[in-house]
């Protein structure tokens, strides 16, 4: 078995501990040392999954163990993971035992595919992509680096999402389309046009607003 210890102790990161244990009644996988938060989780409620919070993201550096990241902001993840890469350590990645994954679907490292999400053919992700619960991704498509597919968003074949996009829960992005890197596409928006990078995009038709205020993804 392998250690593992997820980063993030809030209620992303207690959903990929959910994962660690459906795959791990299929087939033990991974030992969980426990969870590493730089704040203050519910105690009470890591206990309710049998781990401990091991202690800030830095003891990572310390620790012989495979990581993923239980946190929504790509940001904060590019940053975790490459400190993470400079200690030497090798992310995980994981696909929940309910979901579809095509035999031609590439999956970068630390990648993570929730229940009942489904990714079709031919699809390749960057380091650390996190499709969420009952998100769809067609054939041919590309998710960058830290991209993050709310639950239940719709990605429509040959798309591509760029480096840190966000696709918010229940949006479509219509085929062939790329969504530049950092946007964030709003919850229930249809993307029929092109999005550049570091927009907020919303609505139906999806229509974009001004910059995302933190971004500088590059
Ligand atoms: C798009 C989003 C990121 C904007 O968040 P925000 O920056 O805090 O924006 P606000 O809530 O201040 O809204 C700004 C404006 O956009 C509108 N807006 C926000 N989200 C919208 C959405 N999903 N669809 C349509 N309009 C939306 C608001 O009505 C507001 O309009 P106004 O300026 O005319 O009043 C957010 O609303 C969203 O949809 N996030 C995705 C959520 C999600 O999928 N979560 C999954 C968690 S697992």
Redo the contacts with the bound molecule.
């Keep these: 078995m392998d250690a593992l210890v997820i980063v993030g102790a809030g209620g992303?990161g207690r959903e990929l501990l959910e994962v660690v244990e459906a795959v791990n009644e299929v087939e033990p996988t991974y030992d969980i040392l426990g969870v590493l938060d730089d704040g203050e989780p519910d105690l009470d409620l890591l206990a309710t999954y049998g781990v401990r919070h091991l202690g800030p993201v830095s003891l990572l550096a310390e620790l012989d163990a495979r990581y993923v990241l239980g946190i929504?902001s790509p940001y904060a993840r590019r940053a975790i993971d490459r400190a993470a890469t400079g200690w030497g350590r090798v992310p995980a990645t994981l696909v929940h035992p309910a979901a579809m994954v095509g035999r031609r679907v590439t999956l970068g490292p630390g990648s993570v595919v929730c229940g009942f999400a489904s990714i079709t053919s031919n699809v390749l992700t960057g380091r650390h992509a996190h499709v969420?619960i009952a998100a769809t991704v067609g054939h041919d498509c590309r998710l960058g680096d830290y991209t993050t597919l709310?639950?239940g968003a719709r990605i429509s074949g040959a798309a591509v999402i760029g480096d840190g996009a966000?696709i918010?829960?229940?949006?479509v992005v219509r085929q062939g389309l790329t969504v530049g890197a950092g946007a964030?596409?709003?919850?229930?928006?249809v993307v029929i046009r092109e999005l550049p990078a570091e927009v907020?995009a919303?609505?139906v038709p999806a229509h974009h607003?001004p910059p995302?205020p933190q971004l500088g993804w590059y």
């Design positions: 992303h929504g969420n709310a639950p966000t918010g829960s229940g949006a964030v596409v709003g919850a229930g928006a907020m919303v609505g607003r995302v």
